[in-house]
């Protein structure tokens, strides 16, 4: 059973503690039959397991009977500043490592990922470094005692999963490939083995358990201060498959949810994705500025903003930077952006919100037509869709295989698909579920109208990414500017993935008459805390045309991974309930 | 005198509001030689534009006898969503502006900088685009009045300057070179000149006053919650060069603060130090990484921490990304950075304090020895300040017009210098003023000291940048690793620009035995809130040793530039007393 407060346990732990994980779990993919065939493999392997266990003590019995003194000593144990390796050992990182290193002494430092008996005299671990990349390693007693003996090879073979590791080893090239790991031409054989840091006993969560898909994210709502109350277990020598855990015991376990293939998979395509959004922006004229999280007011109306006490005031944290992106615009900046956390006071416990999540801002001046932005945002976004395919190819995989999900559709260029609000709700009245039969062109949509839309777009032109354009005026706050020919509509739309928005953005009024007219229109009195400020911006100089949006990066993440939930997406979900770690 | 408040100014304002400003302000030197001469020159040209506003009003009202029919009047006024230009007119920008252009018909959106009558036939706008790239305008009456007529001469050379325009113009080469501007080698001839965005009649604080330095930081502390009382005001035709404005009114006129050259320039320096940060540490394996800025609980004890109400809870915003960053180490990583807000509910109303400013963290596994994160931390600032010298030369240079200061000295490559806390202490002892003939070893340096120290450097070595390694155990917090061959000295470091500390960092204890039994040495219980989560993650599996460092984007960009606040390098500054804008 689970010791998660314990000590980390000691060393020389006699038996690994938790069974090889099912090697079936990375594969992850959850058809009836790669279920069945990951269970008989994870059944394989654990008989396998208990044989190797049941070998390795019978020999160990021998071998301490014969064998004295341990001539291998000095090769193995715990890591101190005193440690030596051989001066002429290569560092190596095993996605560089290649046939120039066969026959060489190298060094590596990782995770043990796995480690059992093969009889007395031999027993393999799985080394693994970041990400998925992990290679086979042997370790052989020598005839002689060294520099392998039998003791260290017992004490190799046992040492607890997800500890640290540093190993001296030669590079071989084993008989058959190795198809338990990413590394499958070559192998390691060890002569010296230290550990680093020492895991416990029984992990909170083994790494099969965290790359196998989260069961259930409800229970995330459960306030659990320490959170060691409710840990999943996978016993030791578990037949079946490793079953998958919940939520909450994926953050309570945060550093094996961490090194789990699938968040770090994860992780790299937010982290590509970022990046793409960045230079693709710099490269077409946008400066990044960093707009505060700490304001004096609370704009649109005070509701779902955190407030807090500010040495003899009151601050509260920032909805959106769209106030400071428009202060640049107004202080003569052409183009800007900012990458930076967002905060919404919410008390929605859904997989779809987070109190804090980041946001991908952008604004810029307008020149002839606020369709300038719309390229901007359509452009930055198929930028990052088309580029993420090839560069986060592997990861994109590794998603899926343990999370599936169709194929994201993207149009053709020069094919996107923009439709009007109006011509969105036509297409649900005409072609979509009877309940949308009476949509109206003047009221907001619903995300059930915003999802079957969706699926009518998917249908109709092969894409799971475009605009909705010209949202009603009843459906847009007081800065969005009406379409001067057409004032019914506003210069402002939505984007959406997999139907679902994850960008809204539009022209803003950049008169400061109008406006005033239209924050009183909308029934608000220029005069409140946080509008004043607003509109005095415009009244301080003249101020260009202008329109920007902001897209929600956790959501691009989740929906285009359709991960189960956008906490998935982000690195430490917040929510209403939870704040830890 | 200011009306701060009123209505945008009608357009047609009869004469400038304000003078034009002083050419000198650009150039901004302060030594006194440079302000004699801008001071004459502000004379000079205050006394041409009251001659010119006299010719106007002499000429305005002969014309309007005399002609009674605008026949240019489709060619100016105020901008609609119907206006027309050519449509063959090319749209340029003022830095690619070139030779082909002459003798074309163009089109420029610009802000009016300055506009004066030249007689009643002709007048003069300088046009400036994002920085301070402008260039000048020419309005000429046509003879048979049009394309322009005296009428609308008039009216472009009373639009209020900071308004913004669209003009259509033909390029061509002046006589002499047009020297009040950057463009100095073509002009436009102006055909059409439309008002897009007015400014009003009298600016909060005219360019000239936002491009000289700041007189006063220290009003920044009046609690001023709409900030339009207390307006700087610089009246029309002032005969003496443009007198500063104090920070307080920068921030009230947040708008003509980011218009000046100066403040563009230094949110140039920011933006690319931050892309330099961020490439440097991407092409050395490090991997971008969201840390979260609510959390559940106060480390470090508590001090100078933002709380607030948080659903049932109470949450607290994040000091630093250290637990976070380790988390990610813990989790499986190498080597992740941050880039994100910081928070400090610190009661300082300093130049050097701000309460939200913005972190750039790093944190990656050690193999060998935690000099390695020394290494990195030492490069990619070097690597910063080598490369932004010639990235942003000319808004360096532009700066130091303002700011006067002397070039930040580097050390040659190879020569870097790190001194230990030891050596440097008996650097001051031996070197230093008399005060700190007596300071110790084991007592962390006082700011006086590390200024002392700094300058000791600078003469000594030549550099402005270097490394404090070794400080001592007493100096540093539960987390420091000690030095394992003298445990009286940790294996931390800051590292300093100009005698000040813009980083802090260190290699962390990652075995939580040793890490529980240090917090105990402190005198902090490990199971209090904030530690016991700390060290939990330790616990959790094996956590190979690891450092990292923080650095503060703020005063990196202000002690670079040798600005006087720190306030000054931030988009929007924070402090305990001003939250707005």
Redesign the interface.
Known sequence: MAE?????APLQAETPAVAPAAEGAEDGSTSKKAAKKAAAKAAKEAAKARHAAERAAAAAASGSATQTEDLAKDNYGQET?ETKFSADAI?INLKTLGDDHVGKTVEL?A?IQNARMQGAKMAFVELR???NWAIQGVVTASPEGAPVSRQMVKWVGSI?P???VVVEATVAKPLVPVKACRVTNYELHITKCF??????TM??MTLAAANRPIANFSDEEV?VE?GVEKLSIVSAGETTATPAATMLTHLD???????SAV??AI??IR?EM??LYRSYL?SHGF??????????AASEGGANV??????E?E?F?AQSPQ??KQ??I?????RVFSI??V?R?E?SNTPRHM??F?GLDMEM?I?KDYREVLDVLEGVLLHIFRNIKERCADEIALVRSVYPSDEFLLPEPGKEVRLTFAEGQKLLREEGPEEFRNVSDDEDMSTPQEKALGALIRKKYNTDFYVLDKFPESARPFYAKED??NRKVTNAYDLFMRGQEICSGGQRI????ELEARIRTKGIDPASPGI??YV??????????HGGGGIGLDRVVAWYLNLPSVHLA???P?T??R???
Chains 1, 2 share one sequence.
């Not at 998660?4 to 980390?8: D, G, I, K, T, V």
């Not at 955190?306 to 040495?311: G, I, K, N, V």
Request: charged share 25%; net charge neutral; proline share 12%.
């Open positions: 998660p407060s314990a000590n980390p500043h560092e430092r995770w470094e970041e990400g607890n997800e500890s640290f550990v680093h840091a020492a895991a416990p992990l909170g306030p320490q376990n945060i550093v094996m949810h961490k090194r968040q770090q992780a790299d982290a970022k990046e710099r400066k990044e500025f960093e707009p505060p999280c700490l304001i004096a955190f407030r807090m006490p500010y040495f005031k601050a944290l106030f400071y202060i640049e107004a202080g003569g900046r052409k930076g956390p905060f006071a008390n109190t804090e980041t001046e020149k001067p020919t950049n008169d400061p008459v004043k400020e005095d911006i415009f009244k301080q100089a003249g101020v260009p045309a982000a690195f430490y917040r209403p309930k704040l830890l770690p």
